[in-house]
């Protein structure tokens, strides 16, 4: 049995200044600092940026604003670099594996190519940039109506690759480095971008109804799919651009009090979300990894 310790440690400090420019206009300004352990840096300043104004009748806002966000790593990845390098704890990938012993029998495991994970030189923390508008209009004495816009870029989002993946063109002439197995490298390379237009009614609409309505329309798109996410084809990211895991074109929420400020009163929530994407596999493996393969129309 054995035993790997580590310590991961990360600091963030904020500094944020409200300024009321004028009894209409209203302006926020922020930033944030990040440190994490693996991924050092001085730079990793992320300013926000928001303002707020009203109409001279207090009855319409207008809202805007941008910001930069650092993601995490998170401890597991951390700790798969410290257990899987090579010694502390060996693990194996075997393609087409018998039954019931996936070995040949008399097999010394010792004298298989471990696997093991690493990350590049390169490796930064990712960060999108967060940036939305939007109005918001009472309507008669109670209820408001508002309509808001948001926009994300993500970049340098994390990925895995094997970097001891079987060479191209035909993939079949074994791994490069046959001392080793599935070589996991730690990689920023992933980009994501997203949209979604907000639409909400929210605030006492009748003396017997009060609450929140509101229905998204959004959609989001990236080539990865977190740090323990790999490309079919380990050399391309060709046919990976989709929908992102996440992704929901249409979501529709609404929490809601009947009969409010008497001593019986109703409340109700109601979710309604379309579905979220799949991946479709080939059944495959044509790239002699151990990994999930799409058809190969996605990859032209």
Do not use: C
Not at 216 to 243: M, R, V
Request: proline letters at 7%.
């Amino acid at each position: 049995m054995g035993r790997a310790k580590f310590w991961m440690n990360g600091i963030g400090a904020f500094v944020l200044d409200q300024i009321q420019i004028g009894p209409n206009l209203q302006v926020n300004a922020g930033l944030r600092y990040d440190w994490q352990t693996y991924f050092k840096s001085a730079l990793y300043f992320a300013p926000r940026f928001s303002l707020a104004y009203s109409t001279p009748d207090r009855k319409t806002i207008l809202r805007a604003g941008s910001g930069l966000f650092f993601d995490r790593s998170g401890a597991q990845p951390m700790a798969d670099l410290k257990r899987y390098n090579g010694s502390a704890l060996r693990s194996f990938t075997l393609l087409n594996p018998t039954y019931p012993t996936p070995y040949p029998a008399g097999t010394d495991l010792s004298t298989l190519p471990t696997n093991l994970v690493q990350r590049t030189e390169a490796t930064r923390i990712p960060y999108s940039l967060n940036f939305g508008f939007g109005v918001e209009r009472q309507i008669a004495k109670g209820p408001a109506v508002a309509a808001t816009y948001r926009g994300t870029l993500g970049t340098h989002l994390f990925r895995s690759r094997d970097a001891n993946a079987p060479l191209p063109p035909f993939y079949n002439s074994g791994r490069p480095d046959p001392d080793f197995g599935t070589i996991r490298q730690l990689e920023s390379e992933g980009r994501q971008i997203g949209n979604a237009l907000d639409l909400t009614l929210q605030g006492k609409v009748s003396r017997w109804f009060s609450g929140m309505a509101q229905y998204t329309l959004s959609h989001t798109e990236n080539n990865t799919g977190g740090i323990a996410w790999y490309p079919a084809n380990q050399f391309t990211l060709a046919g990976e651009h989709g929908g992102a895991d996440f992704d929901q074109r249409h979501r529709f929420n609404l929490l809601a009090t009947f009969n409010e400020d008497h001593w019986l009163n109703l409340g109700a929530s109601v979710k309604r979300y379309s579905a979220l994407p799949y991946t479709d596999t080939s059944g495959h493996d044509s790239f002699h990894t151990g990994f999930p393969q799409r058809p190969a129309s996605r990859y032209k």
